[in-house]
């Protein structure tokens, strides 16, 4: 049973390019959820999405960030226009249910903006 | 505002020495208390989930208690396979709120 799957495991940009970070569910599991780990940081909630539906977004910066977890197809967060401070590792979970339920993490996706 | 406070920040033991990991927390209406591991370069690993004051749950070396106000993560015997990075976190509705981890080191 495969895991969360992530890709890509290392991106570099350059400042103003876009960057697009793509995330697969486990098998069965219908709950995304994107957290950010900046560097000497905890890990920080983003995004919780289900299939066509964002659920909340409250920990999304206001600007240049989105999310989607189209019907087909895998989770996409994508960052606009990088800056420097946009360079951290991003995970992705995923969960069969939501509250109480155990969110598992991929191996992430590590995001060098030069 | 939820918050999880884990200490100490850094713990290096030898082989076989056993101690505990602290997790406080403050949250209202807590759906859950999660521990991962976290090894350099990969994502948190799933260790244990605990719903309610006084439950106990155990895998290998490691066992994880709970009360009102905070977690342990106890180890015992630790082996060098053990370091890592523990992470403690609450969940609210549906998100997790993480604390920074306790970075632990056994040396052989």
């Known amino acids: 049973n495969a895991g969360v799957m992530q890709n890509p495991r290392h991106l570099v940009r350059r400042r103003g390019q876009e960057a697009r970070l793509r995330c697969s569910p486990m098998?069965?599991?219908?709950?995304v959820y994107w957290y950010r780990q900046l560097p000497e940081e905890g890990l920080k909630f983003m995004v919780y999405?289900?299939?066509?539906?964002?659920?909340?977004e409250s920990g999304m910066p206001k600007e240049r960030f989105s999310a989607e977890f189209p019907k087909e197809g895998p989770s996409i967060l994508r960052i606009q226009q990088v800056v420097r401070g946009d360079s951290a590792a991003y995970f992705c979970?995923?969960?069969?249910?939501?509250?109480?339920?155990?969110?598992?993490f991929g191996p992430g996706t590590r995001l060098l903006v030069l | 505002e939820d918050q999880v406070t884990q200490s100490p920040e850094a713990l290096r033991l030898q082989e076989g020495e056993s101690s505990s990991l602290n997790c406080s927390y403050t949250?209202?209406?807590?759906?859950?208390l999660f521990w991962y591991r976290q090894d350099p370069g990969k994502g948190p690993e799933f260790l244990f989930t605990?719903?309610?004051a006084g439950e106990e749950k155990e895998k290998e070396r490691l066992k994880a208690t709970l009360t009102k106000k905070e977690s342990f993560l106890h180890i015992t015997a630790p082996k060098p396979e053990d370091s890592a990075t523990y992470l403690c976190?609450?969940?609210?509705?549906?998100?997790?709120?993480f604390g920074q981890g306790t970075r632990l080191t056994i040396n052989p």
């Open positions: 949250v209202s209406g807590l759906r859950g």
């Open positions: 979970a995923s969960s069969e249910g939501q509250i109480g339920e155990t969110q598992y």
């Open positions: 976190a609450v969940q609210r509705a549906q998100k997790l709120v």
């Open positions: 098998k069965g599991h219908s709950h």
């Open positions: 999405l289900q299939k066509e539906n964002i659920i909340d």
């Open positions: 605990l719903y309610s």
